[in-house]
């Protein structure tokens, strides 16, 4: 096995190099074989191994092919005069043996040959195909959701919110921030893990872990999956994706403090509870799931890596249901501080409820935010076999990079236009059908806008198309964000109702209001559905979503 695994790829390029020549440019041909592969001569002694025998004469080298080459000869081989006639012509073959003289029907073969170019059909091993299975077209469909955000811990309630504008933004209660210049929050003010998480559990482990297993139970939940089904289910083939841009930041705080007192003193869960791994990992050792367990973290766009990349493991055939989304809770000094170093938040803290402001001139910053959502996704069949509720289908979606700047975004928005063309493109969908779009719109004027004008290249002035900013009521969730705003697309297509921008009272005038939908709700029979989301560093992501039929 060691002498064929390392001739194969010398008498491979051997065999397609030299037979691919015509028979009146043998000699140079030959010469040229003979001069580049006496090279090798540290490998002569493995391929003498290879062409001891009767390797080239008749059944000997037809069954030394698979040994040697790894491949079978094209059936034009058999009619010519092959390997046979080039290495008769040389009184050393390029392998340095000598060969063995032709027998009679060998020499008929060559004397018939016609003298034409042959190729070699490079084939996989019959083992090989005979293993090798066609990858079935898996739909992936949505049948659970769960959110824990600043306007409701429930699907309903949380969208009920959102279409009738309420706000989530207060000021900060957590902590005295009077020294803060951003003193303003899409902060969880009432929350509980009661049912849903360990009492041990919910003491030692950051927010942003216990917002997480609580929306994956409740999507469970939502799901239909009850004790009795879960523990029916393949584990093997059910898996957690849940990400997270900053992780446990609190539990790491509390450890640098403590640490100036003595390490003595610090928590032995800080390592792994401050990991953005761990959530996720806690939620799969919990119900027991040993499919693909994993997080992904790419800023503020964490959520819909995760999102597709989990639907691609069902797509591949290696999961049946795959919980993922985002979970992120910095409202902490740490988090305040340092995005308020970046100028990246809004000050204006008298008048809390108005300063998300998507697409409006007087957006001074956005607003930050914490919270969790999670999806349950299934396979179709799968989905189908157990009778479960079905949400929509998820289509697919694409990752770009702009490559560009740490925090800005590009100024063509390149990026961005090329992830939306490839989503459009990887799920099969026409720009035409496209009528709604969930922006990653996050009250940055100038990420904003250009948001917009990638959007407009991609989708031109579509009279159908309608755009909103789920930010401009709960702020922005960082890595939950595109979680929580999938969950809001999903229930658009659900109720058949989209949310409003509100705080839209000043608009770019390069904006067409027309598109961007306004203060109130408004009725959408949507046919494909849009989510934008965006992170530090350039990461793009659009996802796509469309009503589910039974097709």
């Known amino acids: 096995m060691v002498t064929s695994s390392i001739a194969s790829p010398l008498c491979t390029w051997l065999v397609a190099a030299c037979m691919s020549v015509s028979s009146d440019e043998k000699d140079s041909s030959n010469f040229q074989c003979s001069k580049l592969l006496g090279r090798s001569a540290r490998r002569r002694k493995s391929i003498r191994k290879c062409n001891s025998g009767n390797f080239m004469n ?40 000598k060969q063995v003289p032709l027998n009679r029907r060998q020499r008929r ?33 949505v049948t659970g959701v769960g959110v824990v955000s600043p306007i409701g811990h429930d699907p309903d ?14 000021q900060i209660e957590a902590f005295d921030c009077s020294e803060f210049p951003s003193r303003i929050a899409g902060e969880i003010k009432e929350f509980s893990t009661d049912g849903w998480v360990a009492p041990k559990l919910s003491k030692r482990a950051d927010k942003f872990m216990l917002y997480m297993l609580t929306a994956g139970k409740k999507a469970l939940a939502d799901g239909g999956i009850t ?78 890596f995760c999102i597709l990349s989990a639907a691609n493991h069902i797509i591949r055939g290696e999961a049946d249901m795959m919980l993922c989304g985002g979970s992120d809770s910095a409202i902490i000094p740490i988090g305040l501080g340092g995005f308020t170093a970046c100028g990246a938040l809004s000050q204006r803290n008298s008048d809390p409820t108005r300063a998300s402001r998507p697409w ?46 740490m925090i800005e975004p590009h100024p063509e928005g390149s990026g961005v236009v090329l992830c939306i063309e490839k989503a459009l493109a990887q799920s099969g969908v026409k720009r035409e059908d496209v009528n709604y779009i969930n922006a990653h719109a996050a009250s940055t004027p100038t990420a904003d806008l250009k948001e917009y004008q990638a959007i407009l290249q991609c989708f031109g002035e579509n009279p159908e198309l309608k755009i909103n900013s789920t930010k401009s009521m709960i702020g922005h969730l960082l890595g939950a964000a595109g979680a929580v705003e999938a969950i809001a697309t999903i229930k658009a297509i659900q109720t058949g109702w989209i949310h ?23 009725r959408l029979d949507i046919k494909v559905a849009l989510s934008n989301s965006f992170g530090f560093g350039g990461h793009n992501s659009s996802i796509l979503f469309v009503p589910y039929k039974n097709i």
């Open 227 to 304: 004790e009795d089904i879960l523990q029916d289910l393949d584990k093997a083939r059910c898996g957690v994706l849940i990400g997270s841009a900053l992780g446990g930041m609190k539990v790491f705080h509390d450890g640098i403090e403590a640490l100036q007192v003595s390490y003595r003193k610090m928590n032995p869960f800080c390592v792994p509870f401050a990991t953005t791994n761990m959530g996720a990992a806690m939620l799969a050792i919990d119900l027991g799931w040993m499919g693909p367990s994993y997080s992904i973290s790419t800023a503020c766009a964490t959520s819909n």
């Open 157 to 170: 309630m949380f969208y009920g919110n959102l279409l009738e504008g309420i706000s989530g933004i207060s």
């Open 58 to 97: 008749g059944s000997g080298m037809h069954s030394s092919w698979h040994t040697c080459f790894g491949f079978e000869p094209c059936e034009g081989y058999y009619n010519s005069k092959g390997l046979s006639s080039f290495f008769a012509e040389n009184a050393f073959s390029v392998f340095g043996v």
């Open 360 to 405: 409006d001139v007087d957006g001074d910053g956005f607003v930050i935010g914490e919270g969790s959502g999670v999806l349950l996704l299934e396979e179709l069949e799968h989905a189908k076999k157990r009778k479960a509720k079905i949400y929509a289908e998820l289509l697919g979606g694409s990752f770009t990079s702009d490559a560009y700047h």
């Open 109 to 141: 073969m060559r004397n018939n040959a016609v003298g034409k170019p042959m190729a070699v059909a490079v084939q996989p091993a019959k083992e090989a195909m005979a293993k090798k299975k066609p990858l079935k077209n898996k739909r992936v469909v």
């Open 500 to 522: 409003p921008n509100i705080n839209l009272e000043n608009p770019d005038k390069s904006l067409d209001m027309n598109m961007l939908v306004g203060s109130k709700k408004e």
